[in-house]
């Protein structure tokens, strides 16, 4: 196998990976909504240690494996792929920013909540009007950059 079909394998699996996360994150924050004890949303939670490992696992396959067929095949100035990577690099900072401390906040909550019905501080958290609104927005640029790339959008 050449250098240009094993990059370009390696780079789906990593957009596969980042779907696989994305998706694990709508369903875990989804279900942490429906929770109805302390025990259901450290359930959950157990499952956002995978997305924590698999999403910037992916990103960074994605990132190399793309860099890597950018140089050795496409070149830039292309749209599809500056724009694919200007989403997959905002998306990497702006989820960290975004996610990652609502999330903290409902682990803390989580921890610090007695065995059995949920508790007010933590249902808080679990109901952060952010959170339930940006969470299933980096799964939809994401798909917006697949389309970009099989498509192959120039500039106008």
Known sequence: MTLYPATLLLHLVGVIGLFIALSLEVAVVSRLRVAKTTTQVHEWLTLSRVIDVL??????????????????????GHAWIELSLGLLVLLGLLGPVINGP????????????PEGSI????RQAIFHPVLRVYVP?????????????VLKLDWL
Not at 137 to 149: C, E, Q, R, S, T
């Open 55 to 76: 999403l910037p696992v992916s990103a960074v396959v994605i990132l190399i494996s793309g860099l890597v067929l950018t140089f050795s095949a496409w070149g830039w």
């Open 119 to 122: 508790s007010p501080a933590l």
């Open 137 to 149: 927005i980096p799964g939809l640029v994401a798909l917006g950059a697949v389309i970009m790339m």
């Open 102 to 113: 609502r999330m903290k906040a409902i682990r803390v909550a989580a921890q610090a909540a």
